[in-house]
């Protein structure tokens, strides 16, 4: 089936910094992918939506020089939380879908820590 | 727009008893309907979905759920809770590709 591949899976970064998070599908070309945040014990927020080769689809409130999404290949995407702050500090998911697919494959996750 | 509501943020079983979790969905098309489960730390894993056909859906792990048009419904039922279906389960409802709407989760206890 399909896998998608989220890396890393835990992160500890200082303030002010820049992280990197990649997703990547392995076994299929992912046309669409999407970025989202959970806080404790609640459900998914989408943050973009990105398609491979244009500009990512931000959800409203979310800062996109913030959070620089790129989709540069079928089967990358990177979101990079920059100059991150301990508000930032979340659990960020990415799941991608096949084109005309309704499921989405979920990454396993990275949970972002600043201190 | 499509939504789904799950009944119940939070529901406790005892092993070896009947899990049900509730789901009613909205939308003005026929649907597309998934479940999925999220263990602590980890992304979302697709459990079962209802696209088109039998609406009776079988998925993963020994979960099925029934699709209700009727009721509107597509609640997610196992007969037997295992200590390891602990989890968080979302409901997500899909009219159209790439437009998923998922559910507030429901938190699944399991007692021994």
């Known amino acids: 089936g399909a896998v998608v591949s989220q890396h890393p899976s835990w992160v500890i970064c200082k303030s002010g910094t820049s992280v990197k998070i990649e997703c990547r599908s392995l076994?299929?070309?992912?046309?669409?992918m999407f970025w989202y945040r959970q806080f404790p014990k609640q459900s998914l927020m989408l943050m973009a939506t990105s398609n491979e080769g244009s500009k990512a689809t931000y959800e409203q409130g979310v800062e996109k020089d913030k959070f620089l999404i790129n989709h540069a290949s079928l089967t990358l995407s990177t979101l990079t939380v920059t100059s991150a702050h301990p508000e930032d500090s979340s659990f960020y998911i990415c799941?991608?879908?096949?084109?005309?697919?309704?499921?989405?494959?979920f990454g396993s996750g990275t949970r972002l820590t600043v201190v | 727009a499509q939504s789904v509501t799950q009944l119940g943020s939070h529901v406790s079983v005892s092993e070896g008893a009947l899990v049900l979790l509730r789901c009613n969905y909205s939308?003005?098309?026929?649907?597309?309907l998934f479940w999925y489960v999220q263990y602590p730390n980890q992304g979302l894993q697709l459990l079962l979905k209802y696209t088109t056909g039998a609406t009776l859906v079988k998925g993963i792990n020994g979960f099925e759920a029934e699709f209700k048009k009727s009721e509107t419904s597509f609640h997610l039922t196992k007969p037997s809770a295992h200590m390891s279906d602990a989890a968080e389960y979302f409901c997500?409802?899909?009219?159209?590709?790439?437009?998923?709407?998922f559910g507030a989760g429901t938190r699944l206890t399991v007692k021994p």
């Open positions: 939308s003005s098309v026929p649907p597309y």
């Open positions: 076994d299929f070309q992912a046309t669409t």
């Open positions: 799941s991608a879908n096949e084109l005309d697919s309704y499921g989405y494959t």
């Open positions: 997500a409802v899909s009219v159209r590709p790439n437009d998923m709407r």
